[in-house]
């Protein structure tokens, strides 16, 4: 009689009711440990053990499933109705905001990158094709005879420096070839003192009437 006395019993459980995988506290009285199952130990404290089930034993079917446990009932109820698994739409809540996008790195940053990027791309690209580029555009080209270019050459002399003159001189004795006039141009360009502009431009009267 005394052992029986003795003998560990559960006083309550909280909640009561619960549902189905739900930890649920039990306080105990006596000496001992009551048995628990099909429930799980997860904890102790003292008289206060926390306990789960997760056995198909203790899923409810449409109405609340009883179970005895440690000699005191425990109501494992649905955690929906009927009705409202008929009419989910209207029972339940469900997620309807958006959540707020989350990014490694922000748009706008990204962004700047990608422009600053391009920039450089761009850049390198102009640089590797001015080469081609610049062979492709059209040049310049001076059709005037080698004699005529030194013709003009002489001409701007004039308002130039003595050494100007000189070498302006030397280039058109050399582009008329050998004859008097060749002749005179160089004895020009290397006169002293310096080519007098007057003698100059009538050396090239003669020069352009023999062309």
């Known amino acids: 009689m005394t052992a029986a006395l003795a003998a560990a019993f559960v006083v309550a459980f909280s909640p009561s009711p619960s549902h189905f995988g739900q930890i649920v506290t039990a306080t105990v009285q006596g000496a001992g440990t009551p048995s628990f199952a099909p429930f799980a130990v997860l904890a102790r404290h003292g008289d206060v053990y926390e306990v789960q089930c997760l056995d198909p034993v203790c899923v409810p079917g449409p109405g609340v499933r009883v179970l005895k ?27 309807t905001a958006i959540q707020a996008p989350t990014y490694r790195l922000r748009p706008s940053v990204l962004r700047a990158l990608l422009v600053a990027a391009a920039l450089v791309l761009a850049a390198v690209g102009a640089f590797a094709a001015w080469p081609f580029l610049h062979r492709l555009a059209p040049r310049a080209s001076d059709e005037r005879t080698p004699l005529e270019r030194a013709l003009a050459f002489v001409r701007e002399s004039l308002r130039l420096g003595p050494e100007e003159r000189r070498r302006a001189l030397d280039l058109l004795g050399r582009s008329l070839g050998p004859g008097e006039t060749a002749q005179r141009a160089f004895e ?17 009267e003669t020069a352009e009437r023999e062309t």
Not at 73 to 78: E, G, M
Not at 188 to 204: G, K, M, Q, Y
């Open 69 to 95: 446990i440690g000699g005191r009932r425990l109501s494992i109820v649905p955690r929906t109705t009927a009705r409202e698994v008929s009419a989910p739409l209207r029972s339940f809540e469900r997620q």
């Open 188 to 204: 020009l360009a290397w006169s002293e003192p310096s080519p007098d502009p007057s003698r100059v431009e009538s050396l090239v």
